[in-house]
């Protein structure tokens, strides 16, 4: 097999080009499809039996909650390669996924405390899958405050490869928080093997708002490695060059 | 073997010139944990239901205090570089060096332990959990807080990011330690959480030098 396209792929000029290209298609399909979640969500799914409307939350919990878990994931296999192969590439869209995972975790915390508070009767209980949750949000601020307190930026980024691998101890806990523990906490749904424990005018929307959701953070982590490239490589030629094109486009308008 | 007592002793003889630095750690201890009986009303019979975890997380945080002198001053004088040229493996210098802050910072707390509890009101059938458990949570708090204090070593706002590093880390310790002596209290086996404890122990031992070692030599490239 030729892996020519792959070593090209890794150099920043052409990711820079290729996740300029390829970013809007990937926020626009997301945003699609975020829509058609809400709306086949919000509008058209009966009514849960015992919660009611309330159920509706999951739309946005859920796929909040899963991309929160891959993205720790993502960000573990970039740390892994920025140590192993020194990959610039890799370093970049690990400072990328950082707070993009950290805002995701925040808003699984945020809609499930909503979500608890009508039907559990408290907005946070001290539930293995919640605490764990929790622990995820301040390993990824963690590795947010390392990458922010050095001055070299490559050295940053190992760094956060190394505290992101330690950490991803935590990821299989939470996902399986539910079946280890007693746990109030409802267990896996989706996830899991089988059939999925939800109705098809349930499930459909929420298969169209992970999908979508995913779709949406590949772009922001794709625009957040396009910030990190030009900042890092600020001093190239290619950055220079496109920056006098912008400059050109800028001065025809 | 003679690395291991080279190193070992060279730590042992720092520690001892600078005796207020391994000092401080049981005196915070003792002083955080006398705070919580001056926080609630005198004698509150609650103040054993909560000893548990007070002493867990005093004596973690008491700990927490010297990690960040670990590879500090190593660093300052020079001895760190030293140590990545030298033919020693960089891994089993890191593991005796947080050897000896576990003997250094943690042991005393271990010992201490007990007497605390007692001022507490913790029944006396819970001690032997809980000072099991520190025995072997202890030592995880050295070898994972030497990882972070590793990874911060050259940083000059390491000092805060230490803290907030390390203490996510630990979480699990915290809830086995904790877990083993309420367990203990409510007439329950406290051998799983204590199991629990030693395999976190076992693993902290075996993965967290190495990862360790390649942050310091990542520090100084």
């Known amino acids: ?253 | 073997m003679s690395a291991f007592v080279a190193l070992f002793a060279r730590e042992l003889k720092l520690a001892a010139r600078a005796k207020t630095e391994w000092l401080m750690p049981p005196l915070f201890f003792v002083i955080v944990v006398t705070l919580f009986g001056f926080g609630v009303r005198p004698n509150d019979p609650q103040l054993a239901a909560f000893a548990p975890a007070i002493l867990w997380v005093g004596a973690l945080l008491a700990a927490l205090l010297s990690l960040e002198r670990l590879y500090r001053s190593d660093q300052e004088d020079g001895t760190l570089e030293q140590l990545l040229v030298s033919d020693t493996s960089l891994t089993f210098a890191v593991f005796v060096k947080s050897l000896a802050h576990w003997l250094l910072s943690g042991l005393p707390l271990v010992l201490l332990a007990a007497p605390l509890a007692s001022m507490l009101g913790l029944p006396s059938a819970q001690f032997a959990p809980l000072v099991l458990g520190l025995a072997l949570g202890t030592p995880c708090l050295s070898f994972i807080g030497g990882f972070v204090a590793a990874l911060t070593v050259g940083l000059p706002r390491g000092g805060a990011l230490l803290p907030v590093l390390v203490l996510p880390l630990i979480v699990p310790v915290v809830i086995f330690g904790a877990g083993a002596v309420r367990a203990a209290g409510q007439g329950l086996d406290a051998g799983a959480p204590l199991y629990f404890l030693a395999a976190i122990l076992m693993f902290t031992l075996t993965v967290l030098p190495w990862l360790a070692a390649a942050a310091l030599r990542n520090a100084f490239e």
């Open chain 1, 1 to 253: 097999m030729n892996w020519t396209w792959f070593h090209r792929l890794a150099s920043p000029p052409s990711f820079f080009r290729f996740a300029q290209r390829l970013a809007p298609w990937l926020g626009g399909l997301g945003l699609l499809l975020l829509v058609a979640c809400w709306f086949g969500g919000l509008v058209l799914a009966p009514a849960d039996y015992q919660q009611k409307d309330a159920f509706r939350i999951i739309y946005v919990h859920v796929p909040a909650a899963a991309v929160s878990l891959t993205l720790y994931v993502a960000m573990a296999v970039c740390g892994a390669i920025t140590l192993i192969w020194r990959m610039k590439l890799a370093e970049c869209v690990l400072i990328a996924i950082a707070p993009v995972g950290a805002s995701f975790t925040a808003l699984a915390l945020i809609t499930g405390m909503l979500w608890g508070k009508p039907m559990w009767g408290a907005y946070w209980v001290w539930d293995a899958r919640l605490t764990a949750e929790l622990v995820l949000l301040f390993l990824y601020l963690g590795v947010v405050g390392l990458n922010g307190a050095f001055d070299d930026a490559r050295a940053a980024a190992r760094a956060c490869g190394l505290l992101a691998i330690v950490g991803a101890v935590n990821v299989p806990i939470v996902h399986f928080s539910v079946d280890w523990w007693n746990s109030l906490h409802q267990g896996a749904t989706i996830l899991k093997f089988g059939k999925p424990n939800i109705s098809a005018d349930m499930a459909w929307p929420l298969y169209c708002g992970l999908l979508g959701t995913y779709l949406w953070c590949a772009a922001a982590v794709l625009r957040r490695t396009q910030n990190e490239l030009l900042l890092r490589e600020r001093g190239t030629r290619w950055v220079r060059e496109l920056g006098t094109e912008l400059d050109g486009a800028a001065d025809v308008s």
